[in-house]
Every structure is written in structure tokens, then in C-alpha cells.
């Protein structure tokens, strides 16, 4: 069998050829092809125009065979989106901030020079926005501008050790693993130079005091009016909070890890300053604005969030590869890239970096094509001889979990397409991060990477991390009764690219297999 017709709503009728090379001869579209060999069947992309030369079928460096018209197909779609990808300053790479913030640098530059810098948690949801300051930069005047624009608590954001040298316990031991809430300790003021702990001038004196290393336990005053906050090892990279990234910003400038934090509250009813407001007061008062989201970028790209932990060699039904175990420095979780062939300069490799996915990559489910994406891909590098799979774990569901996946089925039963069950739920349509992924990438040799992915989300999550992106390979594989409207969401709702935005007749399950004009086959 060398080449197959289908339809679908998705996708027009189109026809690929098999394993022969091909000349002057327009093909359009996507389909399958069948190695007589391997018994096994890949989809790629096809394209118009002279793509094919003369050339017999030859094996790559790796002992595989590669034939032209796969050759070719792989560079076929190279769309806007993926064409150029990746330069350092590029819209998406970490360095660059969320449009309307300030960058990181700025506000470690600021930061440097003991001024302050506004943090915002999300810009999406309920904001809520801290003015932050290095501790040990404190001073009355800073204190009284954060009294005048705050909630008139100050915070001292504090690693652990540093609590624990000055024998500062939780307020609430039993709440310390709660992530959603910060974690105060004991309030104190500092003996030495204070009255009643209350104004701006005793409130800097004991912030200076916690910010010593030479302070003590007993040179403090329990209760007080400054409340020090714990800070969860990790930072934001654990907990997104603002605790966490002040005290993030604070080391990243290259100093002592020790934050003021302040809430802005809005100047006429004490609520929760609004975003509009927080830019307003950034602007009047040249602060840098910065967003804990792209906070968490940036500590991405530089920080090893994984370790390779054992290789080992594997045989699949595809074939030969190695597989690569990783382990999460930040929460524990194993990941793996399973390597086909030598990636020796790192060039030019097909790549994909596939979420976790329970149901389908296992049992098979009907619901996507999750399963049926991870065997092609693994089909697609045993042909070319060479590339990676990474395979993420903690992505079941687009992130929200194998239970509340299952939760989400039952909501789309009733009617919900994926993202409305996933927001449906309190999650977000994708929670998905692919910084790990990159990381994994990088260790195995990836350079420049064909990406093998329908998903524009993934080139942005693959950003920054030394990688670049030079052409997109489409995983399409076969649409049911059962995810046709999985794979229609993804498109209209979630940008997935498959192809092209073509209008077909309805579904049809049945594949046609017809074979290539015998003026256009050629034995290889």
C-alpha cells in the first residue's frame, strides 16, 4: 500500500504518496504512507510545487533508510508561525516581559540602587499588586511611602534559616504546607533605637535588624508591628505568591535574600488596588512594573530545573532508542526523552514533547489523539534515523490532573466541548509549562529542532532556552465520531494548526486506498 485518500471535516480529500520519489508534480494536503518493511504507517504534510528529486533512497548516518519524499514532506510546512522562530530578544522568549510590564532586568537594576519595584500576581484574575524593597535598603521615607500607598501591614519576606536563627516559629505551624496562603510568623519589633514599633522610623530600624546577620532572637520584641513571612524554598518556581518572588528578586539582584513587601490598596476605599491604578502609580513614580508570571519565565530559562538521573537502552516496536530519565529538581516528578540515532551537532532534529496523557497513550482512549500522536511521532523518527520524544509528566488533562480529567469527560457528555469543562472546573484551558521539556532538550544535544507538534503553544514554551525552532512537522492522525469535536475545538479555540482551514464533506471512517499514478512511480 503506498498512499491513501481520506476525508474529513478538517481536512480535504487529498493523496499522498508512498516510499518512491517523485518529480514535477503538484501534491497538496496531508496523508499516510506504508513502509513495506516496517508494516507501519506515518502521516506527514505534503506541499505544491517541485519537491522531489531523482534521488534513490539512501541511509543516513544512523543505518536508517531515508527516502526523498519524507525527506522533503518535513520541511513542507514551515508556516508563519514557525518560519525564523527563534532569536533571543524575540515576543515570547523570557527575557521579554508581558506587554504592558517592565522587564526583569529593570527591576533587579532598581533594585540594586535601593529603590522599588511593584509586583503583580495575575494580570488575568483577581490582581492584587506589592510594593517590594531589599530589606536592607530600608529606610523612614521608604516605610512612610509604603504606608502611604499600602495597606499599612509591611512584610519581611525570609528564608527559612533566617527565621530560624532569630527563632521565629509560624503563626500557624498547621497551615505551612497550604500554598495558597502566605506563611507569617510572629510579628516583632527590634529593641535597640524604638519606641513603640509603630512609625516608619521604628518599622525601618527593625526591618534593619532582621536584614543583619548579626542580629539575635533576643534583640527583638515579640509581638511587633513588622510581620515576617516565610519563604517557600523554591520561590516561585514553587509557589507563585509574592513573598516568594520578592525575596526571587532580591537574590537575583545579588543581594542578601531578605524583601519588604507591602499590599497596594486603592487610596479612596482601602480595596485591593486595581491593575489601572498599580500602572498609574508605576508610571507617576518611575516604578518598574513587573508580573510574577514572567518572573517565573525567567528563572526558567536559567536556573537547571532537572537532572538526568540514568540512560538505558530501549527496544520498541518502532525500533531501537535510548531512553533518558530526568528527574524535577522543583516537585520530584520523572520525565523521559526517548533518543533515536546520534544528535551529535544538535541540528536540524526532529523533535516532539508530548504531555503525559493516561488514557490515551495507554488505554487507548477514543476521546483524543493522544495516543495515536505519540506512536506516529515515535513511526516518524524511526524512518528519519534520528530525533527526540519527550515525554511529559503532570500534564494529564492539558494540567488539571487524572481526576478532574475524568470529571471534565462527564461535563463534556453533557456538552461541554474540553476547554468548557476545563474552565468549568476553576482551571485554566491549558496549564501546561514546557521549560523542563526544553531543559530536557538541551541536555540531550538539541540545538535547532523540527517540532513536531500541531500545537502553536509549544513554540512559545519552547522559547529561550537556547533553542530554536526551525520548521514545524504536523502529527495528524486519524478523526473518529469519538474526538471530531476534541480535535475541532483544539483547532477554533486553542490554535491548532493542521494543515489547513479547508472546508471538506462530512466524516468519513472509511480510508480509500488507491495507488499513485503509474506515471509518477519510480523505484528507489
Not at 521565629?168 to 535597640?192: G, Q, R, W, Y
Request: hydrophobic letters at 35%; proline letters at 5%.
Amino acid at each position: 500500500m503506498d498512499s491513501v485518500l481520506f476525508h474529513s471535516q478538517l481536512f480535504q480529500p487529498i493523496i499522498l504518496l508512498g516510499p518512491r520519489t517523485l518529480k514535477n508534480h503538484q501534491i497538496t494536503g496531508i496523508g499516510v504512507y506504508r513502509n513495506r518493511q516496517l508494516s507501519s504507517t506515518c502521516w506527514a504534510i505534503g506541499v505544491t510545487g517541485d519537491v522531489f528529486d531523482d534521488s534513490p533512497l539512501r541511509r543516513n548516518d544512523n543505518g536508517s533508510l531515508l527516502a526523498p519524499p519524507f525527506g522533503a514532506l518535513l520541511d513542507a510546512e514551515i508556516t508563519p508561525e514557525t518560519n525564523d522562530f527563534f532569536v533571543s530578544d524575540a515576543e515570547g522568549d523570557p527575557d521579554c516581559p508581558t506587554e504592558g510590564f517592565s522587564s526583569i532586568e529593570q527591576a533587579l537594576d532598581m533594585l540594586r540602587q535601593g529603590k522599588f519595584v511593584i509586583i503583580v500576581d495575575d494580570e488575568n484574575g483577581e490582581v492584587e499588586g506589592n510594593i517590594v524593597m531589599v530589606a536592607s535598603h530600608a529606610s523612614p521615607q521608604a516605610i512612610g511611602f509604603m504606608f502611604k500607598h499600602g495597606s499599612g501591614i509591611v512584610s519581611v519576606g525570609m528564608k527559612g534559616e533566617d527565621l530560624e536563627r532569630l527563632k521565629l516559629p509560624l503563626m500557624s505551624p498547621e497551615n505551612e504546607d497550604d500554598s495558597s496562603a502566605p506563611s507569617f510568623t510572629i510579628t516583632v519589633d527590634a529593641k535597640a533605637g524604638t519606641s513603640t514599633g509603630v512609625s516608619a522610623l521604628d518599622r525601618a530600624k527593625t526591618i534593619l535588624a532582621l536584614s543583619s546577620p548579626n542580629s539575635r532572637p533576643e534583640d527583638f520584641r515579640r509581638p511587633g508591628h513588622v510581620f515576617p513571612l516565610k519563604y517557600r524554598n523554591g520561590g516561585v518556581l514553587r509557589r507563585a505568591g509574592h513573598t516568594e518572588a520578592s525575596v526571587d528578586l532580591v537574590m537575583l539582584a545579588g543581594l542578601q535574600p531578605i524583601s519588604v513587601l507591602s499590599a497596594i490598596v486603592d487610596p479612596d476605599d482601602g480595596s485591593m488596588a486595581s491593575l489601572p491604578n498599580l500602572r498609574k502609580l508605576a508610571l507617576e513614580h518611575n516604578i518598574p512594573f513587573v508580573s510574577i508570571t514572567d518572573l517565573i519565565r525567567y528563572r526558567r530559562k536559567r536556573e537547571k530545573l532537572v537532572e538526568r538521573t540514568a540512560i538505558s537502552r530501549l527496544p520498541t516496536k518502532w525500533g531501537l532508542f535510548e531512553a533518558y530519565c530526568y528527574r524535577s529538581k522543583l516537585d520530584g516528578t520523572e520525565h523521559v526523552a526517548i533518543v533515536k540515532g546520534k544528535i551529535g551537532d544538535g541540528e536540524d532534529v526532529l523533535a516532539r514533547v508530548h504531555s503525559e496523557c493516561l488514557t490515551g497513550d495507554i488505554f487507548g482512549s477514543a476521546r483524543c489523539d493522544c495516543g495515536n500522536q505519540l506512536d506516529l511521532a515515535m513511526e516518524i523518527i524511526e524512518q528519519a534515523g534520528r530525533g527526540v520524544v519527550v515525554y511529559l509528566r503532570g500534564h494529564e488533562g492539558r494540567g488539571i490532573g487524572l481526576g478532574h480529567k475524568f470529571q471534565a469527560y462527564n461535563l463534556q457528555d453533557e456538552g461541554h466541548d474540553t476547554v468548557e469543562a476545563n474552565l468549568e472546573l476553576g482551571f485554566a484551558a491549558d496549564a501546561r509549562e514546557y521549560g523542563i521539556g526544553a531543559q530536557i532538550l538541551r541536555d540531550v544535544g538539541v540545538r535547532t529542532m523540527r517540532l513536531m507538534t500541531n500545537n502553536p503553544a509549544k513554540f512559545t514554551g519552547l522559547k529561550g532556552y537556547g533553542l530554536a525552532v526551525v520548521g514545524r512537522v504536523p502529527v495528524l492522525t486519524p478523526i473518529t465520531e469519538e474526538n471530531q469535536r476534541y480535535l475541532e475545538t483544539k483547532r477554533t479555540k486553542m490554535g491548532h494548526i493542521y494543515g489547513s482551514d479547508i472546508q471538506g464533506p462530512s466524516l468519513n471512517p472509511n480510508v480509500n486506498i488507491i495507488e499513485a499514478p503509474e506515471d509518477i512511480q519510480q523505484t528507489g
